[in-house]
């Protein structure tokens, strides 16, 4: 086959049409830190349907932040009629979100459970495949499931530092 019908890069394939869900995906994301800091709840709406397969969800997921350093501003502060105070605290999201680190999980992996076995219910095996993913992410070596539950003991208020401490983030 001629080279001509192959992209020039994997950025190249995934950056098609992808600007307004960029934005979208972002200011959700601004919504859900900005609710946070006021104490109140907010459950981020991001229109992609599951059922669309061969979409690019889960490429546009393992490259939104690259994504969003590209488009710089545009991703979030756009063309809206915004206040400069209010780009302000727009620019400072983003850059925090420049400096994120991405936890990509392929729940493919996830092993079958039975719920009666004290080790092997449905939230501890997401948690599982959770560390399981960081470690790998970042080289670590992967934590034996005992251990691994004895350190996060299905709490989740136990995972997030677990976590962070996996993917050296302060």
């Not at 020039?8 to 600007?19: A, I, L, P, S």
């Not at 850059?95 to 004290?118: G, H, N, Q, W, Y």
Request: one cysteine or more.
């Amino acid at each position: 086959m001629s080279s001509e019908l192959e992209p020039e890069t994997v950025y190249d394939m995934v950056v098609v049409h992808r600007e307004n869900d960029v934005r979208v995906v972002t200011l959700q994301l601004f919504q859900l830190y900005t609710l946070r800091k006021l104490g109140r709840h907010f459950k981020p709406v991001i229109p992609f349907g599951p059922h669309l397969f061969g979409s690019g969800k889960t490429k546009f997921v393992q490259s939104y932040l690259e994504l969003v350093n590209s488009m710089g501003e545009s991703a979030l502060i756009g063309l809206d009629y915004v206040y400069e105070s209010e780009k302000a605290n727009r620019r400072g999201f983003l850059e925090k979100l420049k400096r994120a680190s991405l936890l990509f999980v392929d729940l493919r992996r996830l092993e079958p459970t039975v719920p009666i076995e004290f080790f092997r219910n449905l939230k501890w095996a997401v948690y599982y495949l959770l560390i399981k993913a960081a470690c790998s992410q970042v080289g670590a070596e992967i934590l034996r499931k005992k251990e691994a539950f004895e350190m996060v003991d299905m709490e989740p208020s136990n995972l997030v530092p677990l976590l962070r401490d996996i993917l050296r983030i302060p």
